[in-house]
């Protein structure tokens, strides 16, 4: 085994996000026959948490503990995997195209002098990497031909490998001098919120404007729930302030790739399209049947959301 990958982990809240997984998966792609080297940054006793990377296919993990990494900066997770990839000499490194990752990996990159494939939903045989351009209009290939293997996976494209508990590998910790930092988190101040991720979950219900308040949202965080997903929505609802701007999908709100994506209310702008068009069934509720949501969708419901999403939850309950 002469390749390296390493995959850099996301922790939060102790618990691995899923994308880490997916990015095991993802190098095991880029190659199949490389070392697999999971990397994790947090802090106190995170060591337990390796051998998850283990059973979703890693083959060891190297975990930095350090109060400085309980929450992320960039300088502090940038020395920390600095260090690593100095140590282990990669030849290829993968992380999810999370907020973190985004902000994370340019910098690792300059600092490497290397390239960098980001947002990256497909791998194609002989290291070809797919990610959607213009919005999500249309998709473009790359082949790296120089440097490190290096790249960002946009979370909920590239499926986990099964986890297997009786898989074995080592996890070792290493020691970085994090503690001269110019920049220290004190304190975190989280907004409330109730529920599944919205970047990770495999069911969205999201509203628009066509949902005409905040109470109006009752219903789809209903179906939501039963649907086992989040509610979403568009600029339009977050601007009229029926919802918080953290549920917003698109251009400027956060990508998502569901399973499924029921948009109610919304009429598909092209910067709505952006954020949710690679969804993998998207389901459309409007009054309109010129709206522009339809061209994209593959079931639409032309009627009134008022009377279709009770409808709906009704139907779902029985299942
Ligand atoms: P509308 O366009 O007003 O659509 C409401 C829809 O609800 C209509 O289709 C209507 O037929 C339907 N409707 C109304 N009543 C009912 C009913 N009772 N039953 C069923 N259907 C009904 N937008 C985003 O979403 N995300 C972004 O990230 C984003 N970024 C932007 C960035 C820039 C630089 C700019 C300029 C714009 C951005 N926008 C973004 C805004 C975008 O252009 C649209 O204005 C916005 O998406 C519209 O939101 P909407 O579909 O909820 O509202």
């Known amino acids: 085994m002469s390749d390296k990958i390493l995959v850099i ?3 939060r809240d102790d618990e691995i996000r899923n994308v880490s997984f997916e990015a095991i998966a993802a190098a095991k792609k880029i190659d199949a026959n490389a070392e697999v080297v999971g990397l994790l940054l947090g802090s106190g006793n995170i060591e337990t948490q390796g051998q998850s990377l283990i059973a979703y296919g890693a083959d060891r993990v190297i975990v930095v503990s350090h109060d400085n990494l309980k929450t992320y900066t960039s300088e502090g997770y940038g020395q920390a995997v600095m260090k690593v990839v100095n140590d282990e000499s990669p030849t290829g490194i993968v992380m999810g195209h999370t907020s973190i990752g985004k902000d994370l990996t340019p910098k690792i990159a300059s600092k ?8 990256v939903v497909d791998i194609e045989d002989d290291g070809v990497f ?6 999500g209009k249309a998709f473009e290939k790359k082949v790296i031909t120089d440097g490190i293997t290096f790249i960002t996976i946009r979370p909920n494209n590239i499926p986990a490998l099964d986890k297997d508990e009786s898989r074995s590998g080592e996890v070792s910790s290493v020691d970085v001098d994090i503690s001269d930092l110019r920049t220290v988190i004190k304190d975190v101040i989280r907004k409330a919120s109730e529920g599944v991720d919205l970047s990770e ?15 109006g949202f009752k219903p789809l965080y209903e179906l939501a729930e039963i649907l086992g997903g989040a509610v979403g929505a568009s600029r339009g609802a977050c601007d009229a ?6 549920l917003q999908i698109g251009q400027t709100g956060k990508v998502v790739t569901p399973d499924l994506y029921i948009a109610v209310g919304i009429s598909g702008a092209i910067q709505h399209l952006a954020g949710m068009s690679n969804s993998k069934v998207i389901v459309a509720i409007n009054k309109d049947p010129e709206s522009n949501i339809f061209n994209v969708a593959d079931y639409g419901i032309v009627g009134d959301l008022f009377e279709v999403i009770p409808l709906l939850i009704e139907e779902v309950k029985k299942v």
């Open 9 to 11: 982990g996301e922790l």
């Open 112 to 119: 490497l002098n290397t390239g960098l494939v980001s947002d």
């Open 130 to 135: 797919v990610r959607p351009i213009y919005s």
């Open 201 to 215: 979950a495999n069911v969205i219900v999201a509203g628009g404007r066509g949902v005409k308040s905040a109470d």
């Open 241 to 246: 302030d029926y919802c918080d701007y953290a």
